[in-house]
């Protein structure tokens, strides 16, 4: 599979990353070894996972997505084989969360001891926090990739405004810059990113690996009624798709799916795959039946008159 350059980071990564938020949620533990098997037997290479995952689930504390995929790299022994990427900042309990220097480095720790490695190829930010000086934030990752203990860094829902500032910052101070955003971004959700950050990643050369790239399972197209949302772990947050303009979109996807005798997920994600700017989208899978459905999306390309069908109906 073709690898594509994470911003100037040096990683080299497959067009699909694999969603970790489900590991120790909709996914137990011999489910998402299962998964990550398969994932890296079609020859994609990039996990993506949080120290904060899923911390949400009742008896969850936090940390059982890095376990599972640490448990997961020490039974396969195949660690150069693949890139980890988690992130830190999201509260995990009082006094854990944030990115000031000292709790950056201590979280670091844990997800290293969680995932059972000595390195982590993408760490990032998992929110801004206002409240710490960005020098300080860019101090603390600057010190562990000095100490090896982390490759590249990078930024999860960062405005384009605080994203540039905090270029600004590595530039003037020497520190390792951001090498990639994580954004909300897909075929429904588009409004912020093209306006805000995308120009900026082309401009600086920043990697783009958007979240939620299927709109919380939405456009996949088995939510069409709020019938269909019935006991159903995502079921708030599709809610907000069912409108009008989600039904023109999810028409434009049956169309272009029915041309490439494929599904709407396989599509949504060749479109955001066909963005200039995106290195790889992230989505998740619970099952192997919907993983195959995402590895197509990357030996998919859309001709110009689908995309422009996709952008017209979703505009």
């Known amino acids: 599979m073709k690898k594509r350059k994470l911003g100037n980071s040096g990683l080299e990564v497959a067009p699909l990353v694999l969603g970790g938020n489900v590991f120790g949620w909709t996914a137990d533990e011999p489910t998402s070894f299962r998964l990550l098997d398969a994932f890296v037997d079609a020859g994609c290479n990039l996990i993506d996972t949080a120290d904060i995952y899923s911390a949400w689930v009742p ?116 520190y390792p810059p951001y090498q990639c955003v994580q954004p909300l971004y897909n075929l429904y959700d588009r409004a912020d990113y093209e306006t805000d950050l995308e120009p900026l990643c082309l401009e600086k050369g920043v990697g783009v690996i958007p979240y939620f790239s299927l709109a919380s399972g939405f456009l996949t197209g088995k939510y069409r009624s709020e019938k269909d949302l019935a006991n159903r772990p995502r079921g708030e947050f599709v809610k907000k798709y069912l409108n009008d303009r989600g039904f023109r979109i999810l028409d434009a996807l049956d169309q272009v799916s029915g041309q490439y005798h494929s599904v709407p997920a396989v599509v949504s994600l060749a479109w955001l795959a066909a963005r200039p700017s995106v290195t790889a989208p992230i989505a998740s899978a619970t099952s192997l039946d919907q993983l195959t459905d995402l590895i197509e999306a990357t030996k998919l390309a859309l001709d110009p008159s689908s995309i422009e069908l996709l952008n017209l109906a979703s505009a």
Do not use: F
């Not at 890095?66 to 980890?84: C, D, F, Q, T």
């Not at 203990?149 to 590595?170: C, F, M, P, W």
């Open 59 to 174: 008896g969850n504390k936090g940390g059982e997505s890095e376990a599972i995929l640490g448990k997961w790299l020490k039974r396969r022994g195949n660690r150069r084989k693949v890139l980890i990427a988690t992130k830190v900042g999201k509260e995990m309990g009082p006094d854990r969360k944030g990115l000031s220097k000292s709790y950056i480095l201590r979280a670091a720790e844990d997800s290293l001891r969680r995932l059972q490695t000595d390195c982590i190829d993408l760490y990032q930010s998992h929110a801004d926090d206002p409240g710490t000086p960005l020098e300080e934030t860019m101090e603390a990752y600057a010190k562990l990739i000095r100490q090896g203990k982390v490759r590249a860094i990078g930024a999860s829902n960062y405005s384009g405004d605080r994203l540039t500032q905090a270029l600004e910052v590595s530039t003037r101070s020497g």
